[in-house]
């Protein structure tokens, strides 16, 4: 479709030059004259009322108002061919992305990275909006991305067995800070804990996960391909996938911000990391160098609410202050926000999916903003 974003203000000045009575005598051609003036006339009402449109549009950010867009499509990208080409072969270990442009986009795309599944960042848990719509209401490209292995790109180059583990619905429950313990919720959390099927649905919204260090080193690879191919672009992560952004950004000038929702791995400059043993969910340690690349873009980790509550990430946010730090001891720019402390309560391990995630956009708008990765 045509984007009236780009070429409106063109199109409006010419309307206003023939209002205003352009002179047109030396045009020789009466029957031409008038042909052309009735097109422009054409043009002049298409571009106000697309004007008018996209303007109405920026204004209505319910859940009702429609979504326009300009573009939308998906692509692999990174990855391996094993064997010959000619006669037997596999492509594999890329990436996924779809993606969605809406009309008069804005500059810098969202991308959005999930660690459980690519459904967190479309609906809340009750299935009202995600960020992938609220933010295409905004004006932002948004791109939603599986990494090599997981999801719509599990075409691996490696073998692997998958065993079917009862137990693993109550693990999220208790994962995704729930609750202490399946089925006893906290209190005031932001799900909709009387919905049987917004559980069911929570409790689908998985997928294998390969919680390596060369699994995150192996996504990397192929997010950096995806930032330099799609140019600038802020990563939205949640959990595992934020230590991946952060490798990402060693390997591509075009990560313009990250925003990590609850992360549990990071980077530290060797030496000066928390002294635990590393897993597949880091800490990763890098020469100085390598961390100072961090420092070149705004970083954000984002906790919910009850992470006091929780042995295990109690000490990843620990760890998260640990990195803040180092990245501003550097020259960065990286805070730690907890959203309580921003007067949002009950939120989960998943604050973009729980039924206060306009409130969290919001918070989100507002630091996109504040770092100039809202311009159009």
Not at 186 to 197: I, L, M, N, S, Y
Not at 276 to 289: H, K, R, S
Not at 356 to 361: G, I, K, S
Request: proline letters at 4%; one cysteine or more.
């Amino acid at each position: 479709m045509r984007s009236y974003g780009v070429t409106r203000d063109r199109d409006v000045a010419q309307c206003v030059v023939l209002q205003r009575g352009q002179d047109m005598s030396d045009v020789k051609d009466r029957f031409r004259q008038r042909a052309w003036t009735r097109g422009l006339l054409a043009v002049c009402v298409m571009a106000v009322l697309a004007t008018g449109f996209i303007a109405a549009q920026s204004q209505r950010q319910g859940a009702s108002a429609p979504i326009t867009i300009q573009k939308q499509g998906s692509f692999a990208v990174g990855g391996k061919v094993l064997g010959d080409p000619v006669k037997r072969s596999l492509h594999c270990d890329h990436g996924y992305v779809d993606y969605q442009i809406p009309a008069n986009p804005r500059r810098i795309n969202l991308v959005m990275w999930h660690s459980a599944a690519a459904t967190a960042w479309l609906n809340r848990w009750d299935g009202g909006e995600g960020f992938q719509s609220i933010f295409l209401r905004r004006g932002f490209p948004v791109y939603i991305w599986d990494g090599p292995a997981v999801g719509r790109a599990n075409w691996g180059c490696a073998n692997y067995t998958y065993e079917a583990g009862a137990g693993r619905d109550q693990g999220s429950f208790t994962a995704w800070r729930f609750g202490i313990e399946y089925p006893n919720w906290f209190e005031g959390v932001q799900f909709p804990t009387k919905d049987a099927e917004a559980w069911n649905q929570a409790s689908r919204a998985r997928y294998l996960e390969f919680d390596t260090i060369e699994n995150a080193q192996m996504q990397s690879d192929a997010a950096a391909k995806l930032m330099d191919k799609i140019g600038p672009s802020v990563a939205l992560t949640n959990s595992a996938g934020g230590m991946r952004a952060l490798l990402t950004a060693l390997k591509t000038n075009n990560l313009a911000a990250i925003v990590m929702y609850e992360n549990v791995g990071y980077l530290y400059p060797t030496g000066e990391g928390p002294g635990v043993a590393q897993t597949g969910f880091g800490p990763i340690e890098v020469p100085l160098d390598e961390f100072k690349k961090l420092t070149k873009i705004p970083i954000q980790v984002v906790w919910g609410d009850n992470v006091d509550k929780s042995a295990n990430y109690s000490e990843r946010l620990k760890h998260s202050r640990l990195f803040a730090e180092k990245i501003n001891k550097y020259g960065g720019k990286a805070q730690v926000l907890m959203l309580p402390e921003a007067g949002l309560k009950g939120n989960t391990h998943i604050p973009f999916a729980d039924m206060n995630n306009v409130a969290v956009a919001d918070l989100l708008s507002k630091y996109l903003a504040a770092n100039g990765l809202d311009k159009r």
